[in-house]
């Protein structure tokens, strides 16, 4: 057993280590890998790395599907206003569509709808795309010609 001294106030009194704490000590410090162990790393690396590919694709995916619908909803927005205002709402939100969206307007009474619907490309060109889309409606104005979709 080895021995160590305490710091304070008692200067001769002294702790023993037991052999188990001083060998797992030593053990620690060197490290002696089996031939077994080799190339573990690797193998789960190729393991990890398409699930972490995979998940990455899908991230994106997720966040160029909200940045086409957010764009979907200011073309509808524009079609709607443009339409309750005697324009032809149409025109005005392809405009401002994303690429590949259509644009519906419908009138109904006193009330301007417009929808816009485009696609988004999942995990790549090879999987089907998937669609969003995003409405507005909007007020006929007063004393304009009329709506026109």
């Known amino acids: 057993m080895t021995t160590r001294r305490q710091a304070g106030g008692d200067r001769g009194a002294s702790v023993r280590q037991p052999e188990a704490v001083r060998a797992t000590a030593s053990a620690r410090r060197r490290t002696v890998r089996s031939p077994r162990e080799r190339g573990s ?3 789960e690396l190729a393991a990890g790395l ?3 590919l995979l998940l990455l694709l899908a991230g994106l995916t997720a966040v160029n599907a909200v940045a086409t619908r957010a764009a979907c909803l200011g ?3 524009e079609a709607a206003l443009a ?3 005697g ?3 149409g025109p005005a939100g392809a405009a401002a569509a994303p690429a590949g969206a259509d644009v519906s307007v419908t009138v109904d009474g006193e009330r301007v709808t417009a929808t816009v619907r485009a696609p988004v490309r999942a ?3 090879l999987l089907p795309r998937i669609a969003v889309s995003a409405s ?3 007020a006929v104005e ?3 010609p009329g709506p026109q979709p």
């Open 41 to 43: 790393f690797t193998a």
């Open 50 to 52: 398409p699930a972490l």
């Open 75 to 77: 073309a509808a927005r």
């Open 83 to 85: 339409a309750s205002r």
């Open 87 to 89: 324009q032809p709402g």
């Open 123 to 125: 995990l790549g060109a």
């Open 136 to 138: 507005a409606v909007a």
């Open 142 to 144: 007063p004393g304009t």
